[in-house]
T-cell receptor, first 116, second 116 residues
Framework: GAVVSQHPSWVICKSGTSVKIECRSL??????MFWYRQFPKQSLMLMAT?????????EQGVEKDKFLINHASLTLSTLTVTSAHPEDSSFYIC????????????FGPGTRLTVT | AQSVTQLGSHVSVSEGALVLLRCNYS??????LFWYVQYPNQGLQLLLK??????LVKGINGFEAEFKKSETSFHLTKPSAHMSDAAEYFC??????????????FGAGTRLFVKA
């Protein structure tokens, strides 16, 4: 149980284009989803927290107009990187939690974004 | 503010030897503590968690960790390393936000190498 999927697993896009990454909880309802960014050989950095049906909460220093997050249902959250630049290239990981999970998160497999 | 410090970015052990990965945390309230493992190009998998129950926590794959409040530590151990244990390990602390929900802070990670 508690499986989270991400799509695509990797994507290459040209500078200036937008890319959408999907995060789905497959066998549970995720009231909260988190989006992280991970640079090579570094730790995870929380970008934003999204709750179903409400606006995402962005961490300090994360541009909300550049990283658009939508959590339209209890099983789906999307991250759209708008007007991508090479510096946006990174590994993006989502996670999901459900009520009463004692702060436990279930992580997706990650999406490798390369902007050329 | 909460924080997590993992001592040693790299740890190398021989197969069959003891694994010890160190983690110290700071938290103003009783913490929820986690150890996650990450294999290359994958998301994070929960090894174990501490949620204010027993101080010695047993996890998957033979790992365990002991919560020591006086030392603000949550070190991860395994009696006998296996080649398949080679991976990146992250210690994390979660805490409730004043605005609701919770936030997780990850340590910088420790890469474990296992020598044959």
């Amino acid at each position: 149980g508690a499986v989270v999927s991400q799509h695509p697993s990797w994507v290459i896009c040209k500078s200036g284009t937008s890319v959408k990454i999907e995060c789905r909880s497959l066998d549970f309802q995720a009231t909260t989803m988190f989006w992280y960014r991970q640079f090579p050989k570094q730790s995870l950095m929380l970008m934003a927290t999204s709750n179903e049906g409400s606006k995402a909460t962005y961490e300090q220093g994360v541009e909300k107009d550049k990283f658009l997050i939508n959590h339209a249902s209890l099983t789906l959250s999307t991250l759209t990187v708008t007007s991508a630049h090479p510096e946006d290239s990174s590994f993006y990981i989502c996670s999901a939690s459900s009520p009463g999970s004692s702060y436990e998160q279930y992580f997706g497999p990650g999406t490798r974004l390369t902007v050329t | 503010a909460q924080s997590v410090t993992q001592l040693g970015s790299h740890v190398s052990v021989s197969e069959g030897a003891l694994v010890l990965l160190r983690c110290n945390y700071s938290s103003s309230v009783p913490p929820y503590l986690f150890w996650y493992v990450q294999y290359p190009n994958q998301g994070l998998q929960l090894l174990l968690k501490y949620t204010s129950a027993a101080t010695l926590v047993k996890g998957i794959n033979g790992f365990e960790a002991e919560f020591k409040k006086s030392e603000t530590s949550f070190h991860l151990t395994k009696p006998s390393a296996h080649m398949s244990d080679a991976a990146e390990y992250f210690c994390a602390v979660s805490q409730r936000r004043n605005t609701g929900g919770f936030k997780t802070i990850f340590g910088a990670g420790t890469r474990l190498f296992v020598k044959a």
